[in-house]
């Protein structure tokens, strides 16, 4: 599971002592909300679902997966379904590669998504195997389904704009100064992640 309300109060709270910014935009905007998901294959899968779609499209598709595949939508289950049904589920023939490489990887053992190694970068390197799963969504998933504390997904268009919010800065820093500009914030970047998208357009910073 993600970062516990506790442990993202917590961690902002040290941040804060080291950047008096921080501590301004909590005044403004208050401490995030925060964000869980479930741990393993079919957080994964949601993801591959949800890509380039809106969240209404994603739902729909969600649906008829589970009316396919059953509610736990086994790998195996995934893996012997053939083109057209997958197809009439709404799975384009590039999401259903990217969820056959997911469920392969998962059946096979190869995969092991209770036990990913310790160390983030190589968390991200084994879920980044995956046809379809990129630096950022296996960096949202850590976050979110294991809530690891110092992920930080400087590529996100929304942590760019909020941390630029944040600090002041006149325009948007780019992805390579997003990284340079949050390790000092280290080993409490993820709490600085979801503040970021929670200061994202909010009118009150």
Not at 40 to 54: C, F, H, K, N
Not at 181 to 190: K, Q, S
Request: hydrophobic fraction near 45%; charged fraction near 25%; aromatic fraction near 6%.
């Amino acid at each position: 599971m993600g970062l516990t309300a506790e442990q993202i109060r917590h961690a902002l709270d040290e941040v804060a002592k080291r950047e008096p910014a921080f501590a301004r935009a909590l005044a403004a905007v208050g401490y995030p909300e925060p964000r869980i998901r479930e741990r393993g294959y079919r957080t994964l899968l949601r993801t591959i679902v949800g890509q380039q779609v809106s969240v209404a499209a994603a739902a729909s598709v969600w649906r008829k997966l589970e009316g396919e595949l059953g509610e736990d939508m086994a790998p195996a289950a995934l893996l012997a379904s053939d083109f057209d049904a997958l197809r009439a589920c709404g799975l384009s023939r590039q999401k259903q590669g990217y969820a056959r490489s997911l469920c392969e990887l998962v059946e096979c053992g190869e995969l092991d998504l209770t036990n990913l190694p310790e160390d983030d970068e190589a968390a991200i390197a084994e879920l980044t195997r995956i046809k379809g799963i990129g630096r950022w969504s296996a960096e949202i998933y850590l976050l979110f389904a294991e809530g690891r504390p110092d992920i930080w997904p400087a590529g996100d268009l929304a942590v760019m704009a909020g941390i630029g919010k944040i600090l002041g800065h006149a325009e948007r820093p780019d992805e390579k100064a997003t990284r340079a500009l949050a390790e000092g914030w280290r080993p409490h970047r993820g709490a600085v992640a979801i503040l970021t998208w929670h200061c994202y357009n909010n009118a009150a910073l």
